[in-house]
Each structure stands twice: as structure tokens, then as C-alpha cells.
């Protein structure tokens, strides 16, 4: 399995960006998918997770009004939706997968698969 996450960049802030995680030598629907963001001098987050058993979601607290996930299983890809963006959300942003059903197992551990991270940076 492995991931491939682009989409970042520098977008003032209010903009937008839709990062793209390219999943490949799986069945993307066999696994739970995660996004997760480490801001410079702070420890990673997760962010948001797409459930294999049903398609369900879970988005963090501080994004969920601004932030969706979603996904393609025909072009094996998920998306994270990033609206109305401030210097707070500039990260390194990591798309990551497991085996496991639900949001709840994802992520109370730590996932097995990790793409190389995408820079998104919010900024004037």
C-alpha cells in the first residue's frame, strides 16, 4: 500500500484548497483513511477519517465547519476540503490508512500507513 497526498500550497487567508490522497495497491474501500496535520513546533493532529465499514466521518472539533473529507473509490483518492483558511491551518499535512473498520480503533492508534505529507501555508 501506498499513499500519495498532494493539493498544498500558499493560499491567502479565506481561500481554499482540496488536498488529494492517491491511494494504490489496495482496494481503497478495504480502509480506513485518515488526514493529519503537524504545524511547525507542535505535535501531529488528526484532522478528519473516512470509516471502510460504512463511509462514515469524524472531523476534528477546531475544522469541522470548514473541513470535509470525502472520497473516490473509482479513482482509489481521497479528498480533504479546506474552506475558509487561516494561518492557524498552516501544516504538513499527511493523508494515512489502516486496516480497520471504524474512526474510533483509527484513530486511538497509530496507522500503519503514511503518505509524505503535503505543506499547506496560510498566509498574506
Known amino acids: 500500500l501506498q499513499l500519495q497526498a498532494s493539493g498544498g500550497g500558499l493560499v491567502q487567508p479565506g481561500g481554499s484548497l482540496r488536498l488529494s490522497c492517491v491511494v494504490s495497491g489496495v482496494t481503497l474501500g478495504d480502509y480506513t483513511i485518515g488526514w493529519f496535520r503537524q504545524a511547525p513546533g507542535k505535535e501531529r493532529d488528526w484532522v478528519s477519517c473516512?470509516?471502510?465499514?460504512?463511509?462514515?466521518?469524524t472531523t476534528a472539533d477546531s475544522v469541522k465547519d470548514r473541513f470535509a473529507i470525502s472520497r473516490n473509490n473509482a479513482l482509489n483518492t481521497v479528498y480533504l476540503q479546506m474552506n475558509s483558511l487561516q494561518p492557524d491551518d498552516t501544516a504538513v499535512y499527511y493523508c494515512?490508512?489502516?486496516?480497520?473498520?471504524?474512526?474510533?480503533?483509527?484513530?486511538?492508534?497509530?496507522?500503519?500507513?503514511w503518505g509524505q505529507g503535503t505543506l499547506v501555508t496560510v498566509s498574506s
Open positions: 494515512a490508512a489502516d486496516r480497520v473498520q471504524h474512526c474510533k480503533t483509527f484513530l486511538t492508534t497509530t496507522p500503519g500507513y
Open positions: 473516512l470509516a471502510s465499514s460504512d463511509g462514515s466521518t
